[in-house]
């Protein structure tokens, strides 16, 4: 069955460290790719997409993440996180046919960032 | 805001109540979906409607039954829920039902004693 994998449930940064959440799915087919975050107490919103074209994508405050269809992986990175990151970050996989057309979430990873 | 709205924010029903959830969503799009949020757990899709009418139901206990009177306006009606049922139930909208972004509401956080 179709999955999405997040490496970690909990990650613990200081201001100013780099950030990955690692991200896998399991589907070999054509993929859209997104990643969602949700701040404390606020709706999930769309940090960055992949539909198709360069793999590395630049989305909102700084963030970016690389599509390796190689490694059925799209790991998001920043390189310097600020205490406003802290916030539950969500990867996404919406396919064509295995998905049936509908996002497939991962668990989720909880970024906190000390300042 | 995404103009997509839930009410209520939070509800605590007993497991014999009846209760509803709204979604409201004024940017014209066609398509609306139910997810069930729960701590540490992928989010679960519920319910999916594609111009007002169901296309997707997974598996979902009848205790959960949705309605979508038009295509601005989904409902969650809530019937004897259980405790494992606590839960953020998030609706979604996107313009049209094939892979396209989902704009989400900020949830309604439900207890259920």
């Known amino acids: 069955a179709q999955s999405v994998s997040q490496h970690n449930h909990h990650v613990i940064l200081s201001e100013a460290a780099s950030l990955e959440l690692g991200c896998n799915y399991s589907?070999?087919?054509?993929?859209?790719l997104f990643w969602y975050v949700q701040y404390p107490g606020q709706h999930l919103q769309l940090l960055l997409k992949?539909?198709?074209?360069?793999?590395l994508v630049k989305g909102i405050k700084g963030f970016e993440a690389e599509f390796i269809k190689s490694k059925f992986s799209f790991n998001l990175r920043k390189p310097s996180v600020q205490w406003s990151d802290t916030a539950e970050y969500f990867c996404a996989v919406n396919g064509s046919m295995e998905y049936g057309n509908k996002l497939v979430f991962g668990a989720g990873t909880i970024l906190r960032v000390k300042s | 805001e995404t103009g997509v709205t839930q009410t209520p924010r939070h509800l605590v029903m007993g497991m014999t109540n009846k209760k509803s959830l709204k979604c409201e969503q004024h940017l014209g799009h066609n398509a609306m979906y139910w997810y069930k949020q729960s701590a540490k757990k992928p989010l679960e899709l519920m319910f999916v409607?594609?111009?007002?009418?169901?296309?997707e139901n997974n598996s979902v206990p009848s205790r959960f039954s949705p309605e979508c009177p038009n295509s601005s306006h989904l409902f969650l009606h809530l019937h004897t829920l259980q405790p494992e049922d606590s839960a953020l139930y998030l609706c979604?909208?996107?313009?049209?039902?094939?892979?396209?972004?989902?704009?989400f509401g900020a949830g309604t956080r439900l207890s259920v004693l």
């Open positions: 409607y594609s111009l007002e009418e169901r296309v």
């Open positions: 992949y539909f198709s074209g360069d793999p």
């Open positions: 979604a909208s996107s313009p049209r039902l094939a892979a396209n972004i989902q704009y």
């Open positions: 589907y070999g087919g054509t993929v859209n």
